[in-house]
């Protein structure tokens, strides 16, 4: 690693597993795998605990802001682990002379978040710094759940069997393409909005009707490919996509063509992927396009034995390649 | 998507497949110069769509890996100044310069910004008018108009505290070059978007002098099979020619406007190019008048001059005489989080795009 940290180590992908090998996990003793969710087991309950900074920039873009996303990303890391979200801390930093009213949106819109999810947030803390200590303000949420016995092999996936069907519950990329659009870095608007959603009632949902749901994971920072990468690893099996069948908006699309990125590696902040066991796809596909947070579903691909736990992308065109980890970032802070 | 999908009709790239197949008679080698092409034949996977007999090599068209050392390592001394804001194009940061990179500078305090655009690196002098705003000119007849206006806007709004260090750079002499150094070619895949702005007229010295057949090409994966196609077809009647498959871009006079744009503010110089030394013509330096905005005249700084990594052979492959998979580095040492040469760097050089869009045999 270099003498200081750069940006790199916090897109998410390569860079950023490496920092936290090497710098955390073996000072912490954390066991693996790393997962969305710890899952805690004490006194007969078994609880899954979690945490997630947001220092996203801007503060407000279309489809929400930095205080729906504090809470949207910590429920969704609850719900993709299989828990029942209850109860979320917050905490702050804020820089000197940041605008009240702002704050007072912000909180606004974690109060609405919180209710719409069905959580509590019974925790938090506050810190001011200096001008220029910090852009603006940071949030972090921590949160915890309750797990049920018979879900707590979905987070490490460890029942996923080769056959088994691989869905998410809409177009990839959103998140990122809002967010930068925002930023005003774009000499023209896009009309795309973020989806920035908790998902934890759709989630349950799919949980009470299917018994065979093998794995989720919300596809956040590093994306769909990211996501896909590591499930491979994990479970030490190879996947399959079909590229032709990964939903994605025009507006998305036509700027990933503009700016060279690649929608399958861009952040969600509403977005699920679950594995199904081959026979119960229909059935989770058709309780997710019920929701109006599933209404674009698709079954993009399926689990298959390789023992090089490569993830192969058959393109839109008739052609084949290795869907990698990102090595780098693709864009700067947008969660 | 409109304007996306009809380019990737599979059933229409199919049949171009065939036809290509249908049609060849010996060995084939053709150059895409563009690493816009490069990064797209591997992303659709074009090779695995082509006879074996037809072969591709990636030519020197990615601006970021063709910047020298030199380069690199200037502006890193820029960035070590007191006062000075360094704005550059992303991909730039991650290019090794002899002992260090932009992006490892940037880690450890350099005030180093990216921008989208030349202009918006404008604003950032307008912003900081107490600082001088170093903005790192790097690719082709594509993107050198953007740094024309912008020095133009520049002395429009009588911005005093704004340079460029120009690594801009034109394409056929580079392509003269590699033609001299012996590669063995028949032909072509010209650079779709530098033609947009030249016209086609520029690549006719290839089958005039040299005997090679040249397709102007578009980006989607129906647009890089026709032009092989016609190339194909080039090559089997021996009749070398410049032709335009990017007819929806491409006129053979180009855009006008931004011809104007860059003769205005630009003159040719000779440049170092990583891997091809210097090449005489191949480069944009400002004219005399616009020497103000002129980083190295102005605010002159010193550099060691460093052999580029002995190992590293991306010099072979910009000049299409090696391919990724013949490097000691490739995929061991050099990866895209740890680059050892440039071409490992953009999203649009030859190793880069080996290594993430590796093939599936």
């Known amino acids: ?335 | 998507m409109k304007y996306i999908d009809e380019y990737r009709d599979k059933g229409l790239i199919m049949k171009l497949a065939d036809q290509i197949g249908k049609s060849v008679r010996r060995d084939y080698t053709f150059m895409e110069v563009c690493g816009g092409h490069t990064a797209a034949i591997h992303r659709f996977g074009i090779p695995s769509l082509l006879p074996g007999n037809v072969k591709l090599i990636s030519g020197p068209g990615c601006p970021v890996c063709v910047t020298g050392t030199d380069f690199i390592d200037k502006s890193i001394a820029y960035s070590k100044m007191e006062g000075v804001i360094i704005t550059t194009f992303g991909d730039l940061v991650r290019v090794p310069g002899s002992a260090s990179s932009l992006e490892k500078e940037k880690a450890a305090g350099a005030d180093i910004r990216i921008v989208l655009s030349g202009l918006e690196a404008l604003e950032i002098a307008r912003i900081n008018s107490e600082k001088k705003v170093i903005f790192l000119g790097i690719g082709f007849e594509t993107t050198a108009p953007g740094t024309a206006v912008t020095i133009k806007q520049a002395e429009k709004d009588n911005i005093k505290n704004f340079f460029l260090l120009s690594a801009h750079k034109v394409m056929p002499p580079a392509m003269e070059a590699i033609i001299k150094e012996g590669v063995n070619l028949d032909g072509f895949i010209c650079p779709g978007h530098v033609a947009t702005i030249t016209g086609s007229t520029v690549f006719n010295f290839i089958p005039e002098k040299f005997n090679l057949s040249c397709v102007i090409t578009g980006f989607e994966p129906t647009d890089i099979l026709q032009s092989i196609l016609m190339l194909v077809h080039q090559v089997n009647r021996n009749t070398p020619k410049v032709e335009i498959q990017y007819n929806r871009a491409v006129t053979d006079k180009g855009n006008i406007i931004a011809q104007r744009h860059l003769s205005q503010i630009f003159e040719p110089c000779d440049e170092q190019w990583r891997g091809l030394g210097v090449i005489r013509g191949s480069g944009l330096k400002l004219r005399k008048e616009y020497e103000k905005f002129d980083a190295e005249k102005i605010i002159p700084v010193r550099i060691k001059f460093r052999e580029e990594d002995v190992l590293c052979i991306c010099g072979d492959i910009l000049r299409g005489l090696k391919t990724p998979e013949d490097c000691a580095l490739f995929a061991r040492i050099c990866v895209p989080e740890n680059p050892a040469g440039a071409c490992m760097v953009s999203n649009e050089g030859a190793c880069n795009t080996w290594y993430k869009y590796k093939l599936i045999k």
């Open chain 1, 1 to 335: 690693m270099n003498d200081f940290v750069s940006l790199n180590q916090g897109s998410g992908g390569k860079l950023t597993h490496e920092l936290i090998e090497k710098v955390f996990v073996k000072r912490f003793g954390i066991a693996e795998p790393l997962t969305d969710s710890a899952i805690l087991k004490d006194s007969g309950y078994t609880l899954a605990f979690t945490t997630d900074s947001y220092v996203v920039d801007p503060l407000f873009f279309p489809g929400g802001n930095i205080g729906k996303l504090a809470v949207c990303g910590t429920v969704n890391d609850l719900a993709v682990s299989g828990a029942d979200p209850r109860y979320i801390a917050a905490s702050f930093i804020i820089e000197e002379g940041f605008p009240m009213n702002d704050l007072i949106v912000i909180a606004g819109s974690m109060a609405k978040e919180a209710l719409k999810a069905g959580v509590k947030i019974v925790a938090g803390d506050t810190k001011v710094v200096d001008k220029g200590k910090c852009d603006k303000l940071f949030i972090t949420t921590s949160g915890t759940g309750i797990l049920k016995p018979d879900m707590e092999h979905i987070s490490t996936g460890k029942r996923i069997k080769p056959g088994d069907k691989l869905i998410i519950n809409g177009p990839l990329g959103n998140h990122a393409i809002a967010v930068l659009g925002a930023r005003n870095k774009l000499s023209f608007s896009t009309p795309v909005t973020s989806d920035c959603a908790s998902l934890n009632h759709l989630i349950r949902r799919v949980l009470q009707s299917c018994k065979e749901i093998r794995f989720m994971r919300d596809l956040t920072r590093g994306g769909l490919a990211t996501v896909l990468n590591e499930l491979a690893g994990m479970i030490g099996s190879g996947i399959t996509i079909d590229e032709a069948s990964v939903p994605v908006d025009d507006p998305v699309k036509g700027l990933c063509e503009m700016l060279g990125f690649d929608p399958l590696y861009l952040a969600n902040e509403g977005k699920v992927l679950i594995v199904a066991g081959a026979g119960e796809e229909t059935r989770v596909l058709d309780i997710l396009r019920s929701d109006p947070l599933g209404k674009y579903s698709e079954i993009i691909g399926e689990i298959v034995p390789d023992k090089k736990k490569l993830v192969v992308l058959n393109t839109s065109v008739g052609g084949k390649r290795i869907l990698d980890m990102p090595s780098g970032m693709q864009l700067p802070r947008i969660c």
